[in-house]
């Protein structure tokens, strides 16, 4: 069956890196999603990854994929108290692209 | 419109009474989700519309719960002689087909079910 998991806090200093990691079951997933999700708001869609990637940049963001060992991780540089949010990854399987799964959410909490 | 709206944003219902949540996704996406977040929780998925293709509605808990969308645009969710355990945020998301580039959600409704 389909099951992502992620821990559910981190705490990293202003100006730190932080890394967020996620384990899902599926290996016919195809695509794997970071979602942010700001207090009071709906998510909002930070980054994809295709199975056929092994990282993906875009900026501050880097997502790493093992497929090996089906993990997925979500490397925020230079984090900023802004970045304070819970973090979902989301898996797609293939042939069921109608929906998504995710996991329970990475609340980040950055400290001054 | 620009984003997936949802209203009401907050919602407080007596145990009993019937709720109706609106969703009014990205004009062009043809794929609606409703899912449902409970209070540290992850996102329970509840159904799925793919234009005029039968509903998924393999996640909806109970009876009580119906959602139907109308000329493909607009969903209506609605919960029937609602309890306690029905408190939640619901969100609204939409997408292109497949929802292979992720997708855009709602800010969500608040549900509290006293």
């Known amino acids: 069956g389909e099951d992502v998991e992620q821990s559910l806090f981190l705490s990293v200093r202003e100006g730190d890196s932080s890394v967020i990691n996620c384990t899902y079951t599926d290996s016919s997933s195809t695509y794997l999603y970071w979602y942010k999700q700001e207090p009071g708001a709906g998510l909002q869609l930070l980054t994809y990854?295709?199975?056929?990637?092994d990282m993906k940049q875009d900026q501050r963001l880097t997502v790493l994929l093992n497929k090996k060992d089906k993990h997925l991780s979500l490397r925020i540089a230079d984090t900023q108290t802004g970045d304070s949010a819970i973090y979902f990854c989301a898996e797609s399987p293939t042939g069921s692209a109608r929906q998504l799964t995710f996991g329970s959410g990475t609340q980040l909490t950055v400290l001054p | 419109g620009a984003g997936v709206s949802q209203s009401p944003s907050n919602k407080v219902t007596e145990k009993g009474k019937d709720v109706e949540l609106r969703c009014d996704p990205i004009?062009?996406?043809?794929?609606l989700y409703w899912y449902r977040q409970s209070l540290g929780q992850g996102l329970e998925f509840l159904i799925y519309?793919?234009?005029?293709?039968?509903?998924?509605k393999s996640g909806l808990p109970s009876d009580r719960f119906s959602a139907e969308r109308t000329g493909g645009s607009v969903s209506t969710l609605t919960i029937q002689r609602t309890q306690q355990e029905d408190s939640a945020v619901y969100l609204c998301?939409?997408?292109?087909?497949?929802?292979?580039?992720?997708?855009?959600f709602g800010s969500g409704t608040r549900l509290t079910v006293v």
């Open positions: 519309f793919q234009g005029n293709s039968a509903p998924d």
């Open positions: 990854i295709f199975s056929n990637m």
């Open positions: 998301a939409s997408s292109f087909p497949g929802g292979r580039y992720g997708y855009t």
């Open positions: 004009s062009g996406h043809t794929a």
